[in-house]
């Protein structure tokens, strides 16, 4: 059993703490957050220590593995902190911000010792992993594109009130890195590297409100299948995000935990995953918790972890590529 620790107590963590609450392998001993108030409310809610920050917590306590909740620009930055102490470290997306952060984090995971995960707690769904195993079986016959839709709302208080939010220096970029990355790595998962992208950012609906986009649209060449990709957080609710692929055999789509799968001449065929219980909102996906297992697990039996640093390189990759060519004014980027 290893003892953890959270930093970081909004909403997500709560997620966290739910999972290793009930989770054997894991015993939760604390928590830290720069607003105190937070940091007591888990603390009561399951017996830990609460401190009020990331490098107090660790002097002061046995942190085996650390869970990183925080906003995106402190990711990287705790992850060394942590690494540098020997401790493992199971972060929130996006991993990195940055080329710069990219770089950082890269070199953490091959300096060896202790281990870094992400939480792309999409890949361990039922529906995902059932749309990835059509792929690999060969059922679509030659696969003729994808396209991934995430339309979603946040509302001006979303944003203004965190204090983080919104901006490019904290947030690392708006529809795209916080609310559809989920979407654009499972794309990743099923195709595989890209080629290039060419993308465009916009913010349509809270001009002077955030500086980053609500709004990204790109396309994603997979060695000649081209990836249709949407996000915008100004729809008017959220709703289920779609990721369809369709061969020359088959279409198969999949919303939230339903997949159907139309073949050409036959009824289509409806199957619903939905057996897992959803911690924090419906639409985040009920894959937490198997993520969380398989990373206590792959640390504990020295195995590899899906979602380590190297395995989720294309999509940190493609997802900086999209800001990069958005920059210039939608120019491909080749990855």
Known sequence: MKKAAIVGCGGIAAVHAGVLD???GADLIACADIKPER?????EKYGLHAYESLTEM????????????????LHVPMAAEAHRRGIHVFTEKPPAISREQQKELAALAEDGGARIGVCFQNRYIDAALKLKSLVEDGEFGKILGI????TWYRDEAYYVESGWRGKLATEGGGALINQSIHTMDLMNFFMGRPRSVEAICQNRHLK????VEDTVDALIDYSGVPGVFFATTAYGVNSPVLIEISGEKMTARMEETEVTIRRPGKPAEHLDFNRASVLGKGYWGAGHDACIRDFYGAVEEGRPFKNDVASIKNTLDLMLSVYESAAADGAPVML
Do not use: N, S, W
């Open 22 to 24: 009930h989770f054997e």
């Open 39 to 43: 940091a007591k409310a888990m603390a």
């Open 58 to 73: 660790l002097d002061q306590e046995q942190v085996e593995v650390l869970h990183i909740c925080t906003p995106h620009y």
């Open 147 to 150: 396209r991934g839709f995430v």
């Open 208 to 211: 002077g409100v955030i500086e």
